[in-house]
């Protein structure tokens, strides 16, 4: 199998963690990088061994010999990486929020079937053991089809200072949104919601979204960002799926290895994307090689959905309208 050709445009933490995880991959080549801050583009490019480095993404896209574009740049700004890539005859993988604008995240999938391309979410839970052992008891029928689910995301203090960027919904319920659209299989026709400003009022810090799928299936999801720092839990996870002929349920908060020290207590978290001896592993990786597999046989994926992905962002927009209105509210699309 010849190796995949990928190019990845943005190189923030997040971005820099798919450059380290692809370079892990002996099935990939990473042929280029892009950043705006071009000094820090030369730099990982030169400490990954990657060829070129841009800090441009239109230049980066006029190579010939990328056959996948990961784009991991701020979350309003992957609409015009992914349209260029896609009408270059690129795959692409789109980071969440694949978009802030439902327009833009339909647009995308026009795009990508007018061209004959495949176009992949970063929803990566989806490749997270935990999430994807509840998703094969639903599917065998060991806990059966859903009735009620409860998925919570617990942030930090100090990352909200970051990611109040963008509203909750977009940068840390979106998660739970897919996952919920996942395990329901079904389509949300109607959002209730709740959100609560407590430390900034540019966007609620506490968000609560009660969700009515078609199919009769309710959610529950409850995204803030409350931890505080000094207890040293990253995240602050949990899921309880109550199926017809059983329940599956975890909770991360104390189930991690813990680090005490003059600074306190750590708990980090191993599951997403890890380094050891020189290679990674998590759930970055596995997601990656899943999608690498799928533009190097040329097969579309089954397992991943960018269908779903644009349906979350209609029932995000839903869940804004709702917490703006005090009403119940439908998704768009």
């Known amino acids: 199998m010849s190796k995949v050709r990928v190019g990845i445009i943005g190189l923030g933490s997040w971005g820099s963690c798919h450059l380290e995880a692809f370079h892990a991959m002996p099935q990939v080549e990473v042929v280029a990088v892009c950043d705006r801050n071009e000094d820090r583009a030369r730099q990982l490019a030169e400490q990954y061994a990657v060829p070129h480095a841009y800090s441009r993404s239109e230049d980066l896209l006029e190579r010939t010999d990328i056959d996948l574009v990961s784009i991991a740049t701020f979350e309003h700004e992957h609409f015009g990486p992914a349209i260029g890539a896609l009408k270059s005859g690129k795959h692409v993988l789109v980071e969440k929020p694949i978009s802030t604008k439902l327009e833009e995240a339909a647009e995308m999938a026009r795009t990508a079937a007018e061209h004959g391309k495949m176009i992949f979410a970063g929803h990566l839970l989806r490749f997270e053991p935990r999430y994807a052992d509840i998703y094969k008891a639903i599917r065998s029928g060991r806990i059966g089809e859903p009735q009620s689910m409860y998925l919570k995301r617990g942030r930090t203090k100090g990352m909200f200072r970051t990611y109040k960027r963008t509203h909750t919904v977009f940068e840390l319920t979106v998660h739970d949104l897919d996952v919920a659209i996942w395990y329901a299989g079904s389509r949300v026709k109607s959002v209730k919601a709740y959100g609560k400003a407590v430390n900034d009022d540019v966007v609620p810090d506490i968000l609560w979204s009660c969700l009515q799928f078609e199919n009769g299936t309710m959610a529950f999801l409850h995204s803030n960002w409350m ?107």
Do not use: K
Not at 240 to 255: L, R
């Open 227 to 333: 931890t505080p720092d000094e207890a040293g839990i990253v995240m602050n996870d949990a899921a309880e799926i109550i199926g017809t002929n059983g329940t599956a349920q975890f909770a991360n908060n104390d189930s991690n290895l813990q680090l005490w020290d003059e600074r306190g207590r750590m708990s980090p978290d191993y599951f997403i994307h890890h380094s050891l001896n020189g290679s990674t592993f998590g759930v970055l990786r596995e997601q990656l090689t899943y999608i690498c597999g799928c533009v190097a046989n040329g097969t579309a994926p089954t397992y991943t959905s960018f269908d779903d992905a644009v349906h979350g962002i209609a029932v995000a927009e839903a869940i804004i309208r709702s917490c703006a209105s005090g009403r119940e509210e439908q998704p768009l699309a």
